[in-house]
């Protein structure tokens, strides 16, 4: 008679020998894994995170005791899973997929990895569909496309949270899952998040995964993992777009450093581990777009990084640049300056973008771009020297009107077909004689004119995203009702 063991029943038992903080050595267990999770007596929840040769050292992620030396460690031979589901809809858990809101248990539909890996090459396919992000300067110039990597990056307080928060209000009604994970924020940060998603009913579609500044640090580690897990289960089994914003990996970084000191692990430059890199590419490269054949979901990633004193070339900040598709820069000086948001067109980038953005957007924003930062530059020469030509002047007015055409209030944001009808507009002498202070109400005016009069040229802008002559006729006809009304 043959003996039948099931290998992930398997149990084996060790004895913590030594505790330093939230990192615990083990001695006794002899065949377990990365990544692997283990139980502390009835007291700690953990994940094995290194070996030595006497002991497997342990990351505590949850503790509900006191973990001691003497205690008993149990591992099951499986790796560490989350529960996920669509139950997870409209709910804010914390780095285990516990609820956090009050709002009891949240049935699960099955179980994923958190160490998973990303998709291969040929299970990818091209991005073919543009993200609609709602902010302005980004769909204009800066355009990301359903399965892209993009970075937004900025000082402390340049509004890099709200440009993450407002690509996920934008999406309501547009069939895209939306996940915000907080990594190591202040409980007033993550209130201020929960605050719009109230406001916005993003709940509809969005969930929040949070480990907040109070949390372990293997909480705050494991989080964004549990986030691209999450975000996983939606794009592989339900073939939905995701879009998942990390706020933010500067302090995910923190975490993973104190983690790797605890560890006794070399430091590197910045006193930051030599594998942080793998860390961070690691997660951003489980986002992309599924072939169809594989649900054709997509996973979009805006993670967020914080620099000191606009330090673009630090450590963390290049290191992820280097692993993304572009990057929106918010610069601190622009921001004090008034203008949000603070998006800084030289040091911005979308490397991908570009390929999926409206036909209808492509022609009208090639030159904004270089027309914005021409101005930029002229407005620092003539700050300093004083009387200038007829013709300067004039191209001040139009830079201040641009200014003011790519401003946006936070927590608002702008449809496609508005924005569209934004730029024909400014092309075709809307704002031809206005002031700074005008813009707003006459882009507004007419845009509501277009809505009003000819609501069969806005459904066949936002069917078929190019500018047919039908459009364009339609959008020079009000644009003439509406300019012959204001002369009067």
Avoid at 102 to 120: H, L, M, N, R, V
Avoid at 406 to 425: H, R, S, T, Y
Wanted: proline content about 4%; charged content about 25%.
């Amino acid at each position: 008679m043959g003996l039948n063991i099931n290998l992930l029943k398997l149990r084996e038992y060790g004895t913590v020998s030594e505790i330093r903080q939230d990192v615990i050595s083990v001695t006794g267990l002899s065949n377990c894994m990365n990544g692997q999770l283990v139980l502390v007596s009835d007291c700690a929840k953990g994940v094995i995170v290194g070996f030595d040769l006497e002991y497997v050292l342990v990351l505590i992620v949850q503790m509900h005791g006191k973990v001691k030396p003497g205690d008993t460690v149990t591992t099951t031979m499986d790796e560490f899973k989350v529960p996920v589901g669509e139950g997870l809809l409209g709910r804010r858990v914390n780095s285990l997929v516990e609820p956090i809101d009050g709002q009891g248990i949240i049935k699960e539909d099955t179980s994923y990895p958190i160490f998973s890996t990303a998709p291969t090459v040929l299970e990818r396919e091209p991005l073919n569909e543009v993200l609609e992000t709602g902010t302005k300067m980004i769909d204009m110039t800066l355009p990301i496309g359903r399965g892209q990597r993009m970075l937004i990056l900025g000082d402390r307080m340049t509004g890099k949270t709200t440009v993450g928060v407002d690509a996920i209000v934008n999406q309501k009604g547009k069939g895209v899952i939306c996940i915000y994970c907080g990594v190591g924020k202040a409980e007033a940060a993550i209130s201020r998040v929960t605050e719009v998603f109230d406001q916005e009913d993003v709940w509809e579609y969005g969930i929040m995964v949070t480990a907040g500044a109070s949390d372990s640090m293997g909480q705050q580690y494991l989080v964004p993992y549990v986030a691209a897990s999450i975000s996983e289960y939606f794009m592989y089994e339900k073939g939905a777009d995701v879009l998942l914003v990390f706020d933010d990996f500067t302090k995910h970084a923190w975490a993973y450093r104190q983690i790797s000191l605890l560890l006794e692990r070399a430091p590197g430059r910045d006193a930051y581990p030599g594998d942080i890199f793998y860390i961070h590419s690691q997660l951003v490269e489980r986002a992309g777009k599924m072939k169809p054949e594989l649900g054709g979901g997509s996973c979009t990633h805006l993670p967020i990084v914080e620099t000191l004193q606009g330090d673009f070339a630090g450590y963390i900040p290049s290191n992820i640049i280097s692993m993304t598709d572009g990057q929106v820069f918010l610069n601190a000086l622009l921001f004090g300056e008034g203008f949000k948001p603070a998006v800084d067109m030289g040091l911005s980038v979308s490397r991908i973008g570009s390929k999926v953005q409206w036909p209808a957007m492509k022609k009208p924003t090639g030159m904004l771009k270089i027309e914005y930062v021409r101005f930029k530059e002229l407005e620092k020469l003539t700050r300093i020297k004083a009387g200038h030509s007829s013709d300067i002047d004039d191209r001040l007015r139009q830079g201040k009107i641009l200014e003011e055409v790519l401003k946006q209030d936070q927590n608002a944001p702008i449809a496609m077909e508005d924005q569209v009808m934004l730029l024909f507009g400014l092309q075709h002498g809307l704002l031809k004689n206005a002031g700074p202070g005008d813009v707003n109400v006459l882009v507004q005016s007419y845009i509501d004119m277009v809505r009003s009069k000819r609501p069969e040229v806005v459904e066949e802008l936002v069917t078929g995203k190019t500018m047919t002559e039908t459009v364009e006729q339609g959008l020079q006809d009000v644009l003439d009702m509406f300019l012959d009304s204001a002369a009067k």
